[in-house]
């Protein structure tokens, strides 16, 4: 009796230890989640001061997962850490977004060209849709949907690389991809024509044709590239 009482017990603490457990990571990934959009969306702005007990205020969480969530947060160089002066959000400068953009055009080609073996027809219905809400015409004011449809395409191309390292990865360099794109929200035209591109990528991989589809998003991740640095430098683009 005391043994299956010890069980029962062992049991108990086990189911309650894992359920705190779960809390914990729960609340750690809603603080990551929230602060990481609040930087990547430029509500936290580039380079300013973060302050942690304006979080915690607002996000209704401990010290805990909020200094948890921006450790992660600085491994993925959207929050910087100074000892004995604070913590920072990332700053945008030139040379950052030349070095961040050598590294993902490899990886994005990497990752296109093993989507392209491994993806499912679904993957491309499922990109076939995204793309199908594209909004029509060149007005600025449809870019804040256009960059939602060009993460989504972006995400559904990782997903069918089938490699969870590379996936993760991936989204982590994206999300740096994507401040410079709310970074240049109101300072560049319609970026409807970059994000169309992503119909001849979709042709490549449905066709199986890797090189087609790397070279295609090369170009795509160049045109961006091309786009953001001649904001940032103040050079007026002919199109």
Same mark, same amino acid.
């Given at each position: 009796?005391?043994?299956?009482?010890?069980?029962?017990? #062992?049991?108990?603490?086990?189911?309650?230890?894992?359920?705190?457990?779960?809390?914990?990571?729960?609340?750690?990934?809603?603080?990551?989640?929230?602060?990481?959009?609040?930087?990547?969306?430029?509500?936290?702005?580039?380079?300013?001061?973060?302050?942690?007990?304006?979080?915690?205020?607002?996000?209704?969480?401990?010290?805990?997962?909020?200094?948890?969530?921006?450790?992660?947060?600085?491994?993925?160089?959207?929050?910087?850490?100074?000892?004995?002066?604070?913590?920072?959000?990332?700053?945008?400068?030139?040379?950052?977004?030349?070095?961040?953009?050598?590294?993902?055009?490899?990886?994005?080609?990497?990752?296109?060209?093993?989507?392209?073996?491994?993806?499912?027809?679904?993957?491309?219905?499922?990109?076939?849709?995204?793309?199908?809400?594209?909004?029509?015409?060149?007005?600025?004011?449809?870019?804040?949907?256009?960059?939602?449809?060009?993460?989504?395409?972006?995400?559904?191309?990782?997903?069918?690389?089938?490699?969870?390292?590379?996936?993760?990865?991936?989204?982590?360099?994206?999300?740096?991809?994507?401040?410079?794109?709310?970074?240049?929200?109101?300072?560049?035209?319609?970026?409807?024509?970059?994000?169309?591109? #992503?119909?001849?990528?979709?042709?490549?991989?449905?066709?199986?044709?890797?090189?087609?589809?790397?070279?295609?998003?090369?170009? #795509?991740?160049?045109?961006?590239?091309?786009?953001?640095?001649?904001?940032?430098?103040?050079?007026?683009?002919?199109?």
């Amino acid at each position: 009796m005391r043994d299956v009482f010890s069980r029962i017990t #062992h049991h108990k603490v086990t189911d309650n230890l894992m359920t705190e457990n779960n809390r914990n990571v729960s609340l750690r990934q809603r603080a990551y989640e929230c602060i990481k959009q609040k930087i990547v969306s430029l509500e936290l702005s580039p380079g300013s001061v973060i302050d942690e007990a304006a979080l915690r205020a607002e996000l209704d969480l401990g010290r805990t997962p909020i200094r948890e969530a921006l450790q992660r947060l600085s491994l993925e160089k959207l929050v910087v850490i100074v000892p004995r002066r604070g913590m920072f959000v990332a700053d945008i400068g030139v040379m950052d977004l030349q070095r961040l953009f050598e590294v993902r055009v490899i990886l994005e080609g990497m990752a296109v060209r093993l989507a392209a073996q491994r993806g499912t027809e679904d993957h491309w219905r499922r990109m076939e849709a995204v793309l199908a809400d594209l909004p029509e015409g060149g007005d600025p004011a449809d870019n804040q949907a256009i960059i939602a449809i060009d993460q989504a395409c972006h995400e559904i191309i990782y997903e069918a690389v089938d490699n969870e390292f590379l996936q993760d990865t991936l989204v982590t360099m994206y999300a740096l991809n994507l401040r410079l794109w709310y970074f240049a929200l109101t300072k560049i035209g319609n970026m409807r024509a970059t994000v169309l591109e #992503h119909v001849a990528i979709l042709n490549a991989l449905k066709a199986g044709d890797e090189e087609q589809a790397a070279q295609l998003l090369e170009q #795509h991740i160049k045109h961006f590239q091309d786009e953001i640095q001649a904001m940032m430098l103040g050079v007026t683009r002919s199109s």
